[in-house]
């Protein structure tokens, strides 16, 4: 089929003023021109849409047949572009995002609530996940972004770096390391470790580090969350390396954060979004406000 938008909209002209010098007139387009993409239509649909006489131009049955159709098809055209350009501005649109337990409950709250105030036609879902999860829910299109640490193995994802967070010994206040400014790896040895499970990229670099102060890997506890770890950690249980943003979790808590050196692990919180697939509005702008919080955050808790 060779019919054009432009054919149809000259045609819906016509037909709404009963005159092709009207029609002309508002459409911007010579007269001659108009006559000619009328019956090129015509051709094309093998059929007659007006009758011309000298004094005015009718529809046939075929003509008002098509002028329902092709108004709603116009219609439905300008209600889809219209619709394109609102998520495009960002004042339409859904936002999926898929995030830790502990980044959802730290980072997310104050970066939705800015991003929803900026822009309040985007509806916006938050899963709060596993690391496996929040991976396999972006390749498959059911989250729009992800945020946490992520594997440099991981494949079918893109990462936008948001900040760059280390490693800290959490300790209670009964701890001989609680008024220490900081901590060598080395100074673990023999320490109750309360670690979380094997499934956590966290606990794979709490390995690499007593790997790297050789020093055995021998926890006293292994959990889930990194809530229950540090709860573990107040009643006096062990000690836990767990990453900075971890403070926040801490906060109100008996327990301190200190660095720790010899070696200095640190790992990157990105963003990620699934390879191959356009990068939508929503998720660009929402990029930009959660970078800033992630980044507020391990500064002011480290302080």
């Known amino acids: 089929m060779k019919i054009t938008i432009k054919q149809i909209q000259q ?15 508002r459409l911007g387009t010579a007269q001659p021109a108009l006559s000619q993409a009328i019956r090129d239509l015509e051709a094309e649909l093998s059929v007659r849409l007006f009758d011309r006489t000298t004094r005015r131009v009718e529809l046939t049955d075929a003509g008002r047949e098509f ?41 997310l709250p104050q970066a939705i609530a800015e991003f929803q105030k900026s822009y309040p036609g985007i509806s916006v879902q938050l899963a709060d996940v596993g690391t496996e999860q929040i991976v396999e829910s972006v390749r498959s ?17 893109e990462r936008v770096a948001l900040v760059r967070d280390s490693l800290m010994l959490f300790c209670d206040q009964r701890s001989p390391f609680c008024d220490a400014a900081l901590v060598k790896w080395a100074d673990l040895a023999e320490q109750p470790l309360i670690t979380l499970t094997r499934d956590s990229g966290i606990r794979l670099l709490v390995e690499v580090g007593f790997e790297m102060a050789q020093m055995p890997f021998k926890p006293a506890f292994e959990v889930t969350q990194v809530t229950t770890a540090i709860a573990l950690v107040e009643a006096g249980l062990g000690i836990a390396v767990l990453p900075t943003y971890a403070l926040a979790a801490a906060r109100f808590r008996e327990v301190s954060g200190k660095p720790l050196a010899e070696p200095t692990i640190s790992r990157e919180v990105s963003l990620i979004h699934a390879t191959g697939r356009s990068v939508s509005p929503a998720v660009s702008a929402f990029a930009a406000v959660v970078r800033r919080y992630a980044q507020q ?5 480290t302080a």
């Open 297 to 301: 955050l391990t500064p002011r808790e």
């Open 11 to 25: 045609f819906l002209g016509v037909a709404e003023l009963g005159s092709f010098s009207r029609a002309s007139k």
């Open 141 to 157: 299109g059911q989250a729009d972004c992800g945020l946490g640490t992520f594997s440099p193995a991981e494949d079918g994802i």
């Open 67 to 107: 002028q329902n159709s092709a108004s709603k098809v116009i219609e439905e055209l300008e209600h889809a572009v219209e619709g394109v350009h609102m998520l495009a501005e960002r004042r339409r649109g859904r936002l999926r995002i898929a995030a830790p337990p502990l980044l959802a409950s730290v980072v």
